[in-house]
């Protein structure tokens, strides 16, 4: 569906909805994203490149005379309510606390906020590994800032939004998510360095390729366990480099590949591995940024693929739903590139792909993929997409 019908339709819910207050009202939007390359490197103070997708969540509000915020979600139908002076965590609907921890943030800062009513709507998948949940944050940090005139700057409302997600919520992630959700620009993916969180606008401007997100749809297990004993592997060769090299290591990001190829022999089998991953992952990602800049698609392509290989082998976070879409693909003519895409253990696999066969691609995918596992992928096109957006548009 076309901006312009989303926003008549948010719109026209709104008005059934909520009477007119007479103040400021606005229509917002943010995207979820697709992480092309650098996995398990941002908890290594490591880089990593995503891009913003075309699917994105959407809002109309319009303040309110009170504390009070009113929402609705059009995809879930509930409508919550809580106040600002007594923000206390939803059992019941969770993504009211999105909304809540955003809010709560925001007042830490000392931003001064008044209440809302606010209707959403959104196309990004839930539970695919896209971050619907940095969508929500950051589209509802947009109608704070719009509607008030916070004028709160982009790096600080992504940081707030992670807060948000980290504190209220209370699931710690990095800040990549919130980060090509507000900082995203059409036609480039954003490089984030995880450790002094700068970021490089990197150009995707050749609209003889696409992006197409494959969804497993296999419900991710023991992504919790094995995250944390992924984080304790690298933790071991990080104390292990810090004592050998001449200089600090803190993190993976401290190690070049010539100085783990030196030492790694002399680790324990497993450990190696895991450093070997984001040591060359890490390096990955900075050739990768130099391809893009380069136009050069055909060797990013390759590096999807050697790096969904090191996380197959080398960190063993694929599982066999994510390696027969992986496989398929390289099959295709039309793939240059693929590879699982976040945490692992299920999820999505992202493909780089040319424009012209995207059809083709997705359809041989989608025939392959139902042959040998029996289940329905879903199947998504993309072009890097901008980050959130103020429409400037009224309600009433």
Same mark, same amino acid.
């Given at each position: 569906?076309?901006?312009?019908?989303?926003?008549?339709?948010?719109?026209?819910?709104?008005?059934?909805?909520?009477?007119?207050?007479?103040?400021?009202?606005?229509?917002?939007?943010?995207?979820?994203?697709?992480?092309?390359?650098?996995?398990?490197?941002?908890?290594?103070?490591?880089?990593?490149?995503?891009?913003?997708?075309?699917?994105?969540?959407?809002?109309?509000?319009?303040?309110?005379?009170?504390?009070?915020?009113?929402?609705?979600?059009?995809?879930?139908?509930?409508?919550?309510?809580?106040?600002?002076?007594?923000?206390?965590?939803?059992?019941?609907?969770?993504?009211?606390?999105?909304?809540?921890?955003?809010?709560?943030?925001?007042?830490?800062?000392?931003?001064?906020?008044?209440?809302?009513?606010?209707?959403?709507?959104?196309?990004?998948?839930?539970?695919?590994?896209?971050?619907?949940?940095?969508?929500?944050?950051?589209?509802?940090?947009?109608?704070?800032?719009?509607?008030?005139?916070?004028?709160?700057?982009?790096?600080?409302?992504?940081?707030?939004?992670?807060?948000?997600?980290?504190?209220?919520?209370?699931?710690?992630?990095?800040?990549?998510?919130?980060?090509?959700?507000?900082?995203?620009?059409?036609?480039?993916?954003?490089?984030?360095?995880?450790?002094?969180?700068?970021?490089?606008?990197?150009?995707?401007?050749?609209?003889?390729?696409?992006?197409?997100?494959?969804?497993?749809?296999?419900? /991710?297990?023991?992504?919790?366990?094995?995250? *944390? %004993? $992924?984080?304790? @592997?690298?933790?071991? +060769?990080?104390?292990?480099? &810090?004592?050998?090299?001449?200089?600090?290591?803190?993190?993976?990001?401290?190690?070049?590949?010539?100085?783990?190829?030196?030492?790694?022999?002399?680790?324990?089998?497993?450990?190696?591995? /895991?450093?070997?991953?984001?040591?060359?992952? *890490? %390096? $990955?990602?900075? @050739?990768?940024?130099? +391809?893009?800049?380069?136009? &050069?698609?055909?060797?990013?392509?390759?590096?999807?693929?050697?790096?969904?290989?090191?996380?197959?082998?080398?960190?063993?976070?694929?599982?066999?739903?994510?390696?027969?879409?992986?496989?398929?693909?390289?099959?295709?003519?039309?793939?240059?590139?693929?590879?699982?895409?976040?945490?692992?253990?299920?999820?999505?696999?992202?493909?780089?792909?040319?424009?012209?066969?995207?059809?083709?691609?997705?359809?041989?995918?989608?025939?392959?993929?139902?042959?040998?596992?029996?289940?329905?992928?879903?199947?998504?096109?993309?072009?890097?997409?901008?980050?959130?957006?103020?429409?400037?548009?009224?309600?009433?």
């Amino acid at each position: 569906m076309e901006n312009k019908q989303r926003i008549k339709r948010l719109q026209e819910t709104f008005r059934k909805r909520y009477e007119d207050t007479g103040l400021k009202s606005g229509v917002f939007a943010a995207p979820g994203r697709v992480n092309l390359i650098g996995e398990h490197t941002d908890y290594n103070d490591g880089f990593v490149l995503p891009m913003a997708l075309e699917k994105k969540i959407m809002a109309a509000a319009q303040l309110r005379e009170d504390r009070k915020v009113v929402a609705y979600d059009m995809n879930y139908e509930p409508e919550i309510s809580f106040d600002l002076d007594n923000l206390v965590k939803n059992k019941e609907n969770n993504w009211a606390n999105y909304l809540m921890g955003v809010a709560d943030e925001l007042q830490k800062r000392d931003y001064q906020l008044q209440g809302l009513n606010i209707v959403l709507e959104g196309d990004v998948p839930s539970a695919a590994g896209l971050s619907s949940s940095a969508a929500l944050e950051v589209v509802t940090a947009m109608a704070f800032d719009r509607l008030l005139g916070l004028e709160v700057d982009p790096v600080e409302m992504a940081l707030l939004c992670q807060a948000a997600e980290n504190n209220f919520v209370g699931v710690n992630w990095g800040i990549m998510d919130q980060y090509i959700s507000r900082l995203g620009r059409e036609g480039h993916a954003l490089m984030i360095d995880c450790r002094s969180n700068e970021y490089e606008l990197v150009p995707f401007q050749n609209e003889n390729y696409r992006i197409v997100i494959c969804n497993t749809n296999v419900q /991710r297990s023991l992504v919790d366990s094995e995250y *944390n %004993r $992924r984080r304790e @592997e690298c933790s071991k +060769a990080v104390d292990f480099f &810090d004592s050998k090299l001449d200089k600090k290591v803190t993190a993976l990001r401290d190690v070049t590949v010539k100085e783990l190829e030196q030492y790694e022999s002399k680790l324990p089998e497993i450990t190696a591995a /895991r450093a070997r991953h984001v040591v060359t992952e *890490n %390096r $990955r990602v900075k @050739e990768s940024v130099e +391809a893009l800049n380069e136009g &050069d698609f055909v060797r990013f392509g390759q590096l999807m693929y050697d790096s969904h290989e090191s996380l197959r082998d080398d960190y063993e976070v694929s599982c066999e739903e994510l390696d027969i879409l992986v496989e398929l693909a390289q099959k295709q003519n039309e793939a240059l590139g693929a590879r699982m895409t976040g945490a692992g253990f299920g999820g999505c696999t992202v493909n780089l792909v040319y424009e012209k066969s995207t059809s083709e691609f997705t359809e041989a995918l989608h025939r392959g993929y139902k042959k040998e596992t029996g289940i329905e992928p879903d199947i998504y096109v993309s072009f890097p997409a901008p980050g959130a957006a103020d429409f400037d548009k009224e309600i009433w």
